[in-house]
C-alpha cells in the first residue's frame, strides 16, 4: 500500500444504515461482481464496499486495494489495520469508520536503543483508539469489535502496553570495566575537544575486534586505540572561522558507550511495576 490516499469523493459512514444507503446509492460497475461497489470515482477500483450475508444477517465491509478494514453490522463495526499499518491504511480506517486512531508513541514507554525492538511486547502496537471510556491500544492484525460510539465491546482484545526502564544497578556494575577508559578520555577532551582525522592503520586494528567491541574497549592497552575509535563513532562537525572541525564531549562517548553495553546485555532492560508507574 502506498503512502497517500485521496479522500474527499468517499463517503464517511457512521451507521449500519448508512453503509448500507451508501452502497445502493453506488452504481455497479460493468464486469464487476454484483456485490461490489467503489466508494470514490467509477475508475478507483481500489476503494470499494462489499455487501455480505452471513447466516441470514447482511453486513457491509469496506477495503483498501486487496484488504478488508471495516465491516458494519446491525449492532457494532469491526476495524482493522489488515496487516499493513501503513499510513494510507489508517487513515482509511479513521475516514470510513469514523474512528480516530492516534499514532502510539513507543518511546514514551520503551528507552531507546530497544524502543521497537522485538524483544519488547510494545512492538506490535501500532495505534490507539482514543475516548471517553479510554485507550484502546491495536495491534496490526486483529479485528477488534467496536460499537458505533466507538467503546470497546471486548476491551480483552486490545493490547496492554508495558512501561520499561533500565536497572540502574546493573547499569552501574556494566560500566565498571570502562571507568579507566572514560577517565583517559576525559583528560585528553579536556586537552582538545577537536576530534580526529580518518588514519586507515587505526581503523583497520579496531576492525580486528568487530564483533568483541566492548571486550576491546575494557582493555587498558587498548586504550589510544579506543580513545579514535569512540570519537570517530561519535564526533560532529561545526564551523570554526572559516573551516569545519570535528569535535566531541565526554558526554557524548558515555552516550554510545551506554548504548554498546545495552544492545550487549538486553537483559538491563526490565519493566516497570504498575506501583512504580502510578
Known amino acids: 500500500m502506498g503512502f497517500h490516499i485521496n479522500v474527499y469523493n468517499m463517503p464517511r459512514i457512521e451507521t449500519y444504515d448508512e453503509a448500507k444507503k451508501v452502497f445502493n ?21 481500489e476503494k470499494w464496499i462489499r455487501q455480505e450475508m452471513q447466516d441470514g444477517v447482511e453486513s457491509y465491509v ?40 492516534n499514532i502510539f508513541e513507543h518511546k514514551q514507554y520503551v528507552p531507546a536503543p530497544f524502543t521497537r525492538s522485538p524483544m519488547v511486547k510494545n512492538n506490535q502496537i501500532e495505534c490507539f483508539i482514543n475516548n471517553m ?41 556494566l560500566r565498571m570495566p570502562y571507568k579507566t577508559l572514560l577517565k583517559y578520555i576525559d583528560t585528553m577532551l579536556k586537552l582538545s575537544n577537536e576530534g580526529v582525522e580518518t588514519d586507515k592503520v587505526l581503523d583497520n586494528q579496531v576492525r580486528e ?16 586505540l579506543a580513545y579514535y575509535h569512540l570519537l570517530r563513532q561519535t564526533q560532529h562537525i561545526r564551523w ?17 558507550l ?9 537483559q538491563v532492560l526490565v519493566e516497570v511495576k504498575p506501583t512504580e508507574q502510578s
Open 133 to 173: 471510556s479510554g485507550n484502546y491500544f491495536m495491534n496490526a492484525d486483529t479485528w477488534y469489535k467496536i460499537d458505533y460510539k466507538n467503546v470497546a465491546l471486548d476491551p480483552s482484545q486490545f493490547e496492554t502496553p508495558i512501561k520499561y526502564k533500565f536497572d540502574a544497578s546493573q547499569m552501574r556494575e
Open 258 to 266: 551506554d548504548k554498546l553495553i545495552k544492545l550487549s546485555n538486553p
Open 209 to 224: 575486534w568487530e564483533g568483541n567491541k566492548l571486550h576491546f574497549l575494557a582493555q587498558e592497552s587498548n586504550m589510544y
Open 240 to 256: 570554526s572561522g572559516n573551516k569545519q572541525v570535528y569535535y566531541s564531549n565526554i558526554a557524548m562517548i558515555k552516550r554510545y
Open 25 to 45: 446509492s453506488k452504481t455497479l460497475v460493468r464486469g464487476e461482481q454484483k456485490s461490489i461497489r467503489r466508494l470514490g470515482d467509477r475508475y478507483e477500483k
Open 62 to 101: 469496506a477495503g483498501y486495494y486487496n484488504t478488508d478494514l471495516v465491516r458494519f453490522y446491525p449492532t457494532h463495526k469491526e476495524i482493522t489495520l489488515g496487516g499493513y499499518p501503513s499510513t494510507s491504511t489508517q487513515y482509511f480506517v479513521e475516514y470510513i469508520g469514523r474512528v480516530s486512531l
